[in-house]
């Protein structure tokens, strides 16, 4: 495997379903990121992690909860979301150096959840 | 507040140039970058800008003025698989990347 890979590719779910979206990166990055992608919105950074600790949630709903095991791995665990939730969810991963900036991020192809 | 500005959508004939243009407005700078994104796929890496003036690679070529807050992407000698949303993101003071919508460009024979 090489690059960023994601997984499920595509995901529906009920609103009472609990599911976790995966990442992986094989770049030995030392950034990991989530994003939601909607249709003709900017992409919306969720939540980052920098050398496995959490240093941005922008104000995410807690139905999203992210957990970085070490600097590899990346999971979006979902809870009771909405219909609203439904869009892309990308993981994208880069290194960053510390007090400097970081280098383009690398992504992953997505999983695309429906929310029913 | 923080704010990217780029043109929903485009179209050019193949074969020709095409200038997507991004206007931005943030806490700070530290750099912009261009992705592309074929529908249904990731974005991937086209171009970075730190220093005013254009950098060019191959077909694609990136301009940045950072005291007009502007940037444009120039694509040479379109092909239809250039047919893909432009994404314009700004690294702000805090290293932050501010993303824009997109600029979805068609490309027609």
């Known amino acids: 495997e090489t690059g960023v890979t994601q997984t499920p590719r595509h995901l529906v779910m009920g609103m009472t379903n609990k599911k976790s979206l995966k990442c992986e990166q094989h770049?030995?990055?030392?950034?990991m990121y989530w994003y939601k992608q909607s249709a003709k919105k900017p992409l919306e950074l969720m939540f980052v992690y920098n050398f496995k600790e959490q240093t941005e949630n922008n104000s995410v709903p807690s139905r999203f909860s992210p957990e970085c095991p070490n600097s590899s791995h990346l999971f979006l665990h979902l809870h009771t979301l909405q219909p609203e939730d439904s869009a892309l969810y990308l993981c994208?991963?880069?290194?960053?150096?510390?007090?400097?900036?970081?280098?383009?991020?690398?992504f992953g192809p997505g999983t695309r959840l429906t929310v029913t | 507040g923080q704010n990217i500005d780029q043109p929903t959508e485009m179209t050019a004939t193949e074969g020709a140039i095409v200038q997507i243009n991004c206007t931005y407005q943030t806490s700070g700078f530290n750099g912009l970058f261009w992705y592309q994104q074929h529908a249904g796929e990731a974005p991937t890496f086209l171009s970075y800008?730190?220093l005013d003036g254009l950098e060019e690679k191959g077909r694609f070529s990136s301009f940045l003025s950072r005291s007009k807050g502007y940037s444009y992407l120039l694509l040479k000698e379109l092909q239809m698989k250039d047919s893909a949303s432009y994404l314009c993101a700004v690294r702000d003071s805090n290293y932050q990347l501010i993303w824009g919508a997109g600029t979805k460009l068609i490309i027609k024979p």
């Open positions: 770049l030995g990055h030392n950034a």
């Open positions: 800008n730190v």
């Open positions: 994208a991963s880069s290194q960053e150096g510390e007090g400097t900036g970081g280098y383009e991020q690398y």
